[in-house]
Structure formats: structure tokens, C-alpha cells
T-cell receptor, first 115, second 110 residues
């Protein structure tokens, strides 16, 4: 059974700092990994998706990396801003021979960027 | 841009009531999903559908059913609501890869 762990559960940083959020998974036979952002009381917004054949993806100040062999992904946020304050979740989609490809979500890291 | 719309942001119902949560997507996606999100437990899949009138159980289907009569609409039904079904419910749709989520329905069962 795939387990997805995100550490730390919460993080507080001053504005302008670069930071790294971590996601680890137990089953390396993944199809892709996705990072989401969730604002309080809202749904999830997709940030980056990394296919199993890729090592990283970048969007603006965000960079996500994937190391399947070690079962890890990191989300790097450069020059953090108060607007980055949210909960960040990673989701791992497993490979399957057919039918639905199961997605397992981590519980998330709650980020607070202090002005 | 994909839009997934959940009919209610907040809903309060009583134990034993039959509850309907509605979700509509505007991008002709085949796949639609219902999750619940609880503190410390993350998102858990209740049901999903990969086509009209098709449905599959997720990880926690007990106490729930679903309906997909049209491609754009996926309904979650609580047959007889119980207090342990108080939660945030999230609907998502996808074509192949990334899932697009609605804003969620916070459901309270009294």
C-alpha cells in the first residue's frame, strides 16, 4: 500500500526566504507526482506535475524535483512571499496495468510566510 | 480554464437525512472523483466515475452512493446521514493526468 508522508507538518518563514518542502513515498512504481496548493476552506489548485520519466518541473518561483529510487520529491519555493501562505500537498499516482490509477495524497505542509 | 463547480460551499443537515452533493465540470472530462478531507487523515477517495453511468468504489465508499447520468455532472449521495460524515467534501475531474478540484462543500451533520 502506497504511503505518502510530508515533513514538516507546518513551517513558518520570514518573507524573502527560499524554502524546501518534502514529500516521501513508499512505492516507487509511480506514474506521476503532483504538487497542489490549498488555501483555507478551499479546494486544491494544481501547481506542478512531474511524470515518472522526468526529474524536475519548474513554474515561476516553484521547482519540483523527483527521485523515484529514493522515493522522494521536493518542492522548492524561491523568494517566498506572504501570498505563498497555504497548505501544500503532494499526490502520487501509481502505475497500473489497466483501469483506475490510484492516487494517494499526503496530509500536507502548512506554510506561513511572515511579512 | 477548467472549472469544477460544487453546488454548496456550506451545508448543515440532520442525522438520518438523505443528502445530495452536486458537482459539475465544464471541460468534457471522462473522469470525476469524490473525496473527503479530514484533519490528520488527508484526502480519501470515496467514489470515482470514468464515464456516464459508470462508477467505481474508492477507499471509503460505505454510507455513500453516486450518480452520473450526464458526463458533466457527478452527484454524491449520503443515503442516511450520520455525524461521522461531517467533513469537507471535494469533487475533482480529469481527462488523463492532473486533477482539477472544486472549492469543496463543508458538510455538518447534526
Amino acid at each position: 500500500k502506497q504511503e505518502v508522508t510530508q515533513i514538516p507538518a507546518a513551517l513558518s518563514v520570514p518573507e524573502g526566504e527560499n524554502l524546501v518542502l518534502n514529500c516521501s513515498f513508499t512505492d516507487s512504481a509511480i506514474y506521476n507526482l503532483q504538487w497542489f496548493r490549498q488555501d483555507p476552506g478551499k479546494g486544491l489548485t494544481s501547481l506542478l506535475l512531474i511524470q515518472s520519466s522526468q526529474r524536475e518541473q519548474t513554474s515561476g518561483r516553484l521547482n519540483a524535483s523527483l527521485d523515484k529510487s529514493s522515493g522522494r520529491s521536493t518542492l522548492y519555493i524561491a523568494a517566498s512571499q506572504p501570498g505563498d501562505s497555504a497548505t501544500y500537498l503532494c499526490a502520487v499516482r501509481l502505475r497500473s496495468s489497466g483501469g483506475y490509477q490510484k492516487v494517494t495524497f499526503g496530509i500536507g505542509t502548512k506554510l506561513q510566510v511572515i511579512p | 480554464d477548467v472549472k469544477v463547480t460544487q453546488s454548496s460551499r456550506y451545508l448543515v443537515k440532520r442525522t438520518g437525512e438523505k443528502v445530495f452533493l452536486e458537482c459539475v465540470q465544464d471541460m468534457d472530462h471522462e473522469n470525476m472523483f469524490w473525496y473527503r478531507q479530514d484533519p490528520g487523515l488527508g484526502l480519501r477517495l470515496i467514489y470515482f466515475s470514468y464515464d456516464v453511468k459508470m462508477k467505481e468504489k474508492g477507499d471509503i465508499p460505505e454510507g455513500y452512493s453516486v450518480s452520473r447520468e450526464k458526463k458533466e455532472r457527478f452527484s454524491l449521495i449520503l443515503e442516511s446521514a450520520s455525524t461521522n460524515q461531517t467533513s469537507m467534501y471535494l469533487c475533482a475531474s480529469s481527462l488523463n493526468r492532473p486533477q482539477h478540484f472544486g472549492d469543496g462543500t463543508r458538510l455538518s451533520i447534526l
